[in-house]
């Protein structure tokens, strides 16, 4: 038995490790997001595509880490003997009666905590990122209207005559 109790406080810890890490990923995604949203506020879209990279690269990484987390959640059910489902972290916590699993909850709560406030962040970035675009679609078009004549552009059998019609200044009879 207590072989049994030393394996489930190593995955218990091993996955606490794993949370942690977690957490300084989201947050420093976080730091990356509120970056973007100053680069939108100043209007530097140029500066944009390294950060992507960077969040990108990021997000790479927590994609290992879920990998990671979902196989020693799997054994945590395991050793702890668990068979009930379960759909997420949490509900397999709520099953755990074990002293390192407040710790896990209290982490757990935090990257939820985190997760949220990226998504809210990402919203707003996506919002200024869309009135950008359209602030610069409409100063295309103004400089397109600007800068073309009307003339250049009117279907074929619609243009202005420069001189007028032909028949101007000529008497017409039946």
Excluded: C
């Amino acid at each position: 038995m207590p072989e049994n109790h030393e394996e489930r406080n190593d995955v218990l810890v091993s996955l606490e490790a794993i949370l942690v890490n977690e957490f300084r990923v989201y947050q420093s995604l976080r730091d990356l997001t509120l970056e973007e949203r100053q680069i939108l506020l100043e209007g530097r879209g140029q500066n944009l595509m390294s950060l992507v990279d960077k969040k990108e690269e990021l997000l790479d990484e927590l994609n290992q880490m879920e990998d990671k987390r979902n196989h020693l959640i799997d054994r945590i059910a395991d050793i702890f003997d668990i068979s009930s489902k379960y759909e997420n972290l949490g509900e397999l916590l709520e099953l755990i009666r074990a002293e390192p699993v407040k710790r896990l909850q209290r982490l757990r709560q935090g990257l939820v905590a985190l997760q949220t406030e990226i998504r809210d962040i990402n919203r707003g970035n996506a919002a200024l990122a869309s009135l950008n675009l359209e602030k610069i679609t409409q100063l295309q078009n103004y400089l397109f209207k600007l800068f073309t004549s009307t003339a250049q552009y009117q279907p074929i059998g619609n243009q202005a005559f420069a001189d007028g019609p032909a028949s101007w200044g000529m008497d017409q009879r039946a």
